[in-house]
């Protein structure tokens, strides 16, 4: 008794490949979100600046830039979430700085430069006499942004 028996035929569809495996490069991603909170930091102070007021929706977005560069660059590296979080504020109170800057430089009719020449002290209390609850909660809620960012972005 023989049987005829036939192998299946192959299928008409091909399996779906699996996806690439997730990388994580923390050199990159932090090189990524420095060069972007030393951008952001420049705007922002830009923007303080320009208007002579802080705009706290603003340091949301370094924040948000911050975090965003971190996660595009280095991908799913650990580390990377918190290094933004902490690169975040730093960025919202550099371009604080900055703007101050500006202000004193437009106000006295000297360069920027001439404000620097002078040094950190006077710019810190400077700082110190505008910052207010409000100042310390969006440093708060840049770092929040960064990192939230961060991790979705690297998904």
């Given at each position: 008794?023989?049987?005829?028996?036939?192998?299946?035929?192959?299928?008409?569809?091909?399996?779906?490949?699996?996806?690439?495996?997730?990388?994580?490069?923390?050199?990159?991603?932090?090189?990524?979100?420095?060069?972007?909170?030393?951008?952001?930091?420049?705007?922002?102070?830009?923007?303080?600046?320009g208007t002579?007021?802080?705009?706290?929706?603003?340091?949301?977005?370094?924040?948000?830039?911050?975090?965003?560069?971190?996660?595009?660059?280095?991908?799913?590296?650990?580390?990377?979430?918190?290094?933004?979080?902490?690169?975040?504020?730093?960025?919202?109170?550099?371009?604080?700085?900055?703007?101050?800057?500006?202000?004193?430089?437009d106000e006295?009719?000297?360069?920027?430069?001439?404000?620097?020449?002078?040094?950190?002290?006077?710019?810190?209390?400077?700082?110190?006499?505008?910052?207010?609850?409000?100042?310390?909660?969006?440093?708060?809620?840049?770092?929040?942004?960064?990192?939230?960012?961060?991790?979705?972005?690297a998904a």
């Amino acid at each position: 008794m023989s049987q005829n028996f036939q192998p299946p035929a192959p299928s008409s569809y091909t399996e779906a490949m699996a996806p690439a495996p997730a990388y994580s490069s923390l050199g990159i991603g932090l090189l990524a979100s420095v060069v972007a909170a030393v951008v952001a930091a420049g705007v922002y102070g830009g923007i303080i600046g320009g208007t002579h007021h802080q705009i706290g929706y603003a340091a949301v977005g370094v924040g948000a830039l911050v975090g965003f560069a971190a996660g595009k660059a280095g991908g799913r590296s650990p580390a990377l979430p918190a290094i933004a979080a902490l690169l975040a504020p730093a960025a919202v109170f550099a371009g604080q700085m900055f703007g101050i800057v500006l202000i004193y430089a437009d106000e006295l009719q000297v360069s920027a430069m001439d404000i620097l020449g002078e040094g950190a002290s006077p710019l810190m209390k400077a700082w110190k006499a505008e910052a207010d609850p409000l100042t310390f909660l969006f440093l708060a809620i840049s770092a929040y942004a960064a990192f939230q960012i961060s991790r979705k972005a690297a998904a």
